[in-house]
């Protein structure tokens, strides 16, 4: 558990392992993990279920067909990279597959920790203009944190946020402050990044975790919606590039943020809460007010729906497929190339993963691909209800969201963040089980909070292209 955790960290803090040499030592770390776990629960528990995993047989699957277009294209050794990660998606499940429930509710812990230190990284580099975790584009700063990639930070955090959400939903009464203040940052982060696929993956990702949790609950998320709403309030004065930034501002904006955050239903606090979300609201007006040309300027650079490259990347993207329609061209990454007023463009990657797989693997790896989803999206289904660590519902919103932004930008082809939604959809599909049978769920989150012991409890508990 430990060392998979290290891979998740230091996959993000090593530009998400985009670059070989981090690429390789993460797919080592999580190697590593595999190696150190398989003795912990007894092989027939979990290789079985590892085999017939969905995610695993898809991941295999798409590696078997790059190997073959890359092959049919006289590129084979090109398809090693993506076979390489392709495998160590599948190791990662089997990492949490053979993990006892208390280390698999630990690792779910250690992901949302993760993901608060990246997130504000991200704000804090906003702020303090530190580049490259901040970058600068069309004119405003944008938090690209240890990632150096602003879309890429906004589809790390996504997971880790619904996660979050979805504990706040789901509290029978007062929901612990920590899952509020950690959505908090969380949010904080993703609107930091000024990721417009990112914020429209989460905001799918609400949806459907809402409508399978039931929109009523939605309303228990509003203080750390609020507060998030009113930190990136307060932040959006710094955000410019032709301003200076305002620091005292930012941080106000950041702790009447957390304060509303902190805001729990019940009659002893009732008044509290209302005094820090009537301040946090009357700071969120003063911001906009006294720099209205901040919030004019935001809209019309990040609001808009037009992106011209994407459209000519796409376009080109399916030009390639036209022409290598069964198997693609194979791994090697086919530059994409246009011409607009006799200029030619061209470009690496077509910023919509499904494109991009259809060129490179044609439509046999697309359709794997798709079967392989609703195998993954049937299994999650069949698990609702279940006892993972990681509830299926949750999962379900998570993976919808990482799909949607997909379809903006090349996040596969980050590592860090196809091992994480492997990560994120074993422990959704996992059951909470011990060495010698099922383990009561409550005791397995008393162990992961350090109040029993493992024995009280129970039981010893893409890049398609590199």
């Known amino acids: 558990m430990a060392l998979l955790l290290c891979a998740l960290s230091y996959g993000a803090d090593a530009q998400g392992a985009f670059y070989p040499g981090p690429f390789h030592v993460l797919v080592i770390l999580v190697g590593a993990a595999l190696v150190t776990t398989v003795g912990l629960r007894p092989l027939s528990s979990w290789a079985g279920p590892v085999a017939r995993d969905p995610l695993v047989l898809m991941a295999l699957s798409l590696a078997l067909v790059t190997v073959v277009s890359s092959a049919v294209a006289g590129q084979a050794t090109d398809a090693v990279g993506t076979v390489t990660l392709l495998v160590t998606l599948a190791a990662a499940v089997a990492v949490v597959r053979a993990l006892p429930a208390g280390p698999r509710a630990l690792l779910v812990g250690g992901i949302v920790v993760i993901g608060v230190v990246v997130a504000a990284v991200g704000w804090l580099a906003v702020v303090a203009r530190w580049q490259p975790d901040a970058l600068t584009s069309q004119g405003l700063w944008r938090a690209a944190s240890t990632l150096t990639y602003e879309n890429a930070l906004a589809a790390f955090l996504t997971a880790p946020a619904l996660l979050c959400l979805d504990r706040v939903m789901t509290a029978k009464d007062r929901f612990p402050v920590v899952w509020s203040e950690a959505t908090y940052v969380l949010l ?156 030619i463009y061209t470009a690496t990657f077509a910023h919509n993963e499904f494109l991009q797989l259809l060129a490179q693997d044609g439509v046999v790896g697309l359709g794997v691909l798709l079967v392989g989803l609703v195998a993954v999206f049937v299994s999650l289904w069949r698990r609702r209800g279940g006892d993972g660590a990681w509830s299926a519902d949750c999962a379900v919103a998570c993976l919808v969201a990482l799909l949607v932004q997909s379809c903006l930008d090349f996040l596969w082809h980050i590592p860090v963040i196809p091992v994480l939604m492997a990560v994120v959809l074993a422990l959704s599909t996992t059951p909470v089980v011990g060495v010698d049978g099922p383990v009561d769920a409550g005791a397995a989150s008393r162990y992961a909070a350090n109040e029993v012991s493992p024995e009280a409890g129970g039981g010893g508990d893409g890049t398609f292209s590199h």
């Open 188 to 343: 904080v982060g993703i609107g930091a990044s000024l990721s417009r696929g990112g914020v429209l993956g989460l905001v799918f990702g609400i949806v459907v975790l809402a409508a399978l949790r039931g929109p009523r609950r939605l309303a228990r998320t509003g203080p750390p919606v609020v507060g998030a709403a009113v930190a990136l309030a307060g932040l959006a004065p710094s955000v410019p590039v032709d301003t200076t930034t305002h620091v005292a501002l930012a941080v106000a904006g950041l702790v009447l943020g957390a304060g509303a955050a902190a805001w729990r239903r019940g009659s002893s606090v009732l008044v509290a809460g209302a005094v820090v979300v009537g301040v946090g609201v009357l700071g969120v007006v003063i911001a906009v007010v006294s720099t209205g040309h901040v919030a004019s300027e935001i809209a019309d650079a990040r609001l808009s729906a037009a992106s011209s490259d994407r459209a000519h990347e796409w376009t080109a993207a399916l030009d390639v497929a036209r022409h290598h329609l069964l198997l693609g061209t194979g791994a090697a990454r086919v530059p994409l190339v246009w011409e607009v007023g006799g200029k």
